[in-house]
């Protein structure tokens, strides 16, 4: 099939790999992005934002924690433009669907677009809102986290937001620790808290990368599943939270850091919504 450039570019940007090296992965590929970044990933190209988001749109993500601190929630409302998303009104009706959604408990985009909005439903507001702005709107994000305490953190560009949930926080600052976890999560993007979080398919497609890296560098076929398991552990120590360097204190990881704050404490789940 035939690439564009556009689509040429597109891989260029999502990987840091070459014009070249990236038309070849995506003819190998027949035009699909996933395996066209495994391809190079296997050829041994740098990868740099495999896992980055690779939305374009522009918008908020706004955060609510419960009075008691258990519960969070997090919600982004995308559009067309960042001059829209910089617009006072679009901002504060982002900030009214997540309080409605809280007070009525919704758990899902869905039910929030159900929901009861002046007289008329979410949805239909949603529709409302777009013939007066003159772009798409729509919810493209709704997390909950649940936990002993839930600490959130919107970064300053507004379009990137995390919920923390910590446990065996007695006696500690949570609020300090949880904001630094949080922007550890905004900087570092891990994949799941720790190793036991991984998806499964994401564990075997690393350890498939990795067999393919080793074979091509030309070890030994009986080598390949220990290098690559090797490979495993090293991801997981680069790709999940509590194993993570922390990025204040590179002498620590986020598991040592928070136990240092408050013995035991540990991050018990996560959410991280980015736009664009």
Known sequence: MAITAQEVNKLRQMTGAGMMDC??????????????????RKKGQKVSASRADRETKEGVVVTNVSDNGATGTILSLTCETDFVAK????????????????????????EIMALPFENITVAEKIVEMTGKIGEKIEISHYEVVKAEAVVPYIHSNGKLGVLVGLTNTSGADVEEAGKDVAM??????PVAVDKDGVDSSTVEREIEVGKEQARAEGKPE???????????????????????????????????YLNNVSKGMTVSAFKRISIG
Do not use: P, R
């Open 184 to 189: 550890q999560i905004a900087a570092m993007n």
């Open 87 to 110: 617009n006072e009104e679009f901002g504060a009706f982002a900030t009214t669907l997540l309080n409605l959604a809280v007070e009525k408990g919704a758990s899902s985009i869905e």
């Open 23 to 40: 038309k070849k992965a995506l003819t190998e590929a027949e035009g699909d992005f996933e395996k066209a970044v495994d391809i190079l």
């Open 222 to 256: 009986e080598m390949l599943e220990k290098i690559a398991l090797g490979k495993l552990n090293k991801f997981y120590k680069e790709n999940t939270l509590l194993s993570q360097q922390f990025v204040k204190d590179s002498s620590l990881t986020i598991a040592q």
